[in-house]
């Protein structure tokens, strides 16, 4: 029996009826060539047979004397976690979103260890997908991604030990232990700390109100005075549309080489540009532009440990309408903002997020900040494998995260680079962002931009 | 706003993690011959089209100073609770009960209206499914099966409104006001009746020790004291495989007509039977007989009102080799049960269930009555519908109700008529009972026995 850590108390209490808190994967694999028509059956079989669980993957809730504590479950069942589907006729990409959306949109049972896993059989062209989900107390974004790492291989021949029957690397998969920090567990351990230990709050405002005066100060660095409201930040309900596509790295890194942008200065512009024509379209674009929050690595050298992730905000500039003019005028904005993180020490940059994020925070954890838009959007850039994968035998075509939106954030834009592709997924509340697939097609749109 | 009743916070307050609170139905469906590949698809679309659901299939729990309260959900979703799946390759009838029984091993989500519709494509023989649950604290067993007809037709032209989406008839839709009660609803009654007023229970003390003396004096009558212990009488977790089959109901007939038994007796003849050879199987069978908690209608005229059920515990003589001699002492055990009741008014009969009940519902309620065992299973007979029904021009043909098992009742029997069949629904804790689908084989043997 384990407490749990505030961070990961956090992202229970943040946990509503319009707001589950759990974070996804969609992958879609090639089966072998030479696959019989009971492939996936005995892929599922073999999965269903390790009817064991490893830490996190047995670990379910329980409370005592109110607060809540890590046990492990001895009823662990793995037909409560462990589905295989099919997907109806006609088995289109559409039905396989419209499936995941609704799997996304569901709470995971609290009773039970907090993570499910679905193999899909039923897409026309033969390919099968995979989607899990995991609450965000029990991971984050990016343990998630290296579990699902460990779980494949580089070659075909393998077959591939499920994901919860591999013995915990300590790093990654150990609740309320120090692990990478992505976008959300900051922000959570932020809101956290202010929820939990009231004398923290003056030391936090102090520093809230530094940023403000910097902001006043020095006009070109993006505050929590530069979001503008627009329809990303209404509350949200609990219905969520997913939507994912692929791009090639090689063609928005060719991009990139054409204005002397960075991969990541392409990125932040397809999403200016797709959220300027996707607003517009609804009549609901806002006249000053929109900010992204964008978790950003500020490693200096080459070494795997001690990441230094921090929250960048990013003006996309969705008031300009020259996409090139577009693009530099996001390069700038992230440029300034990195070089105030690199005179900063890894504490400095904590101290200022918690600050920069405060009201932000603030809102959830007590409802009683003013509600001051920090950002507009979350861009999200999840490094992922270098080379192909395959899970038992089958290729890995795609794999894209589906992640989390909450009040005030409708719409979140998380991406992983896999192999030559970078992989977006976008997840939204349905009836906040209406037809927000449409932002995929407004992506491939400000790429073409950069390219013409 | 409506305060639950008694009986409803009872459903409530029993569902643990390993014991949902939710009645479920399967049916098996016979598209229309001329119907095109999409025909599913289409019908899925309209299902979804009706995105308003009327009461209770829009009533979320919310909870106001401790009490529970049912309140309209302003954000209801429909894609939270109609799902379009497939079965995976090869669809046989196995592939659909496993999906069924992880189906109905999952608690419905507390914070939405508590009930799930899944259409159910991909059986190999080209028939579609539907499964459907929805919380006992709702509805109960007789109403669903009402609400399930409505949403049928007699003829294969009509296109049938979905459900949710059908304005409520106030006597089998409004939760909290009276109903006809299943087995369950009585006994959560009483549970409730004892865990929420404790002034009664002196009283329903007094009648327990009444009923004690009465099993005393008269050893033909099944009381608490003959239930044995039994493997179907543990604590149970929260895995559940179904089972179904249908039999014909002239079969069932003809077996009694040569034996001079009502079709009720050979039901419980057959699932005497199949108790006595699949516990025999495992080494279980006791050595006194297992005894039934069977739920009978007394009305002693045909009006359609007033409907007076109550249960009755029959003997299975699980003890007895000889098929014809089990159900001739089956067949006295029922009518000396029956004549009881005949004698008794409304009031009594409820006096008396809730005192025969009382250790079962205490155990339940305060956990601190005296283990007995008031009976070893339920076998439950649910009246429906006497013509052939169709849904959306598709032939129903089968219709199967899919229960609730609780701790110390590790295996529920629910059957209901459908035209000229007899329906039977078996679930159970699949832990607590390894290969319970043996039971249906073991069930046609018990009527073969008796055709013999």
Known sequence: MKPLSPQDQMFLLLERRNQPMHVGGLQLARPPKDAGPDYTQKVADFMRSHTKACAPFNLRLERKLGAPFWVEDEEF????????????????????????SQLHSAHLDRAKPLWEFYLIDGLEDG??????????????????????????????????????????????????????????????????????QAKTLP???RELYRSIRAARSNPDYVSVFQAPKSILNQRITG????????????????????????????????????????LKELGELPDKPLTSMVPMSLRRDDSDSGNQVAMILANLYTSIEDPVERLHAIQRSVQTS???????????????????????????????????????????????????LYWNGAELEGMYPVSIVIDGQALNITLNSYADKLEFGLIACRRTLPHMQRLLDYLEQGLAELEA
Chains 1, 2 share one sequence.
């Open 77 to 100: 069942d793995i037909e409560s976690h462990f589905r295989h589907l099919a997907l109806p006729k006609p088995g289109r990409i559409r039905e396989l979103l419209a499936l995941v």
């Open 127 to 196: 390919r099968i997908a995979i989607y899990s989900k995991i609450h965000h107390a029990l991971v984050d974004g990016i343990a998630a991604m290296r579990m699902m790492m460990r779980a494949t291989s580089e070659t075909p021949e393998e077959q591939n030990i499920p994901v919860w029957a591999m013995p915990p690397r300590k790093r990654e998969l150990v609740p309320g232990e120090d692990r990478p920090r992505s976008f959300i567990s900051v922000v959570g351990e932020a809101a956290g700390m202010l929820g939990q």
């Open 203 to 205: 030391n936090v405002t």
């Open 239 to 278: 219905s969520r549309r997913f939507a994912a596509q692929s791009w090639s790295l090689e063609r928005i890194r060719a991009a990139g080489r054409k204005h002397d942008a960075t991969l990541n200065d392409v990125v932040l512009a397809m999403c200016g540009s797709a959220l300027r024509s996707y």
């Open 338 to 388: 990195k070089d105030r993180f690199q005179n900063m020490s890894q504490a400095e940059i904590v101290n200022y997020m918690a600050a920069t994020m405060a009201p932000f925070s603030l809102n959830y954890a007590t409802g009683a900040a003013p509600r001051w838009q920090a950002f507009n959007v979350t861009i999200s850039n999840v490094p992922g494998p270098k080379n192909k």
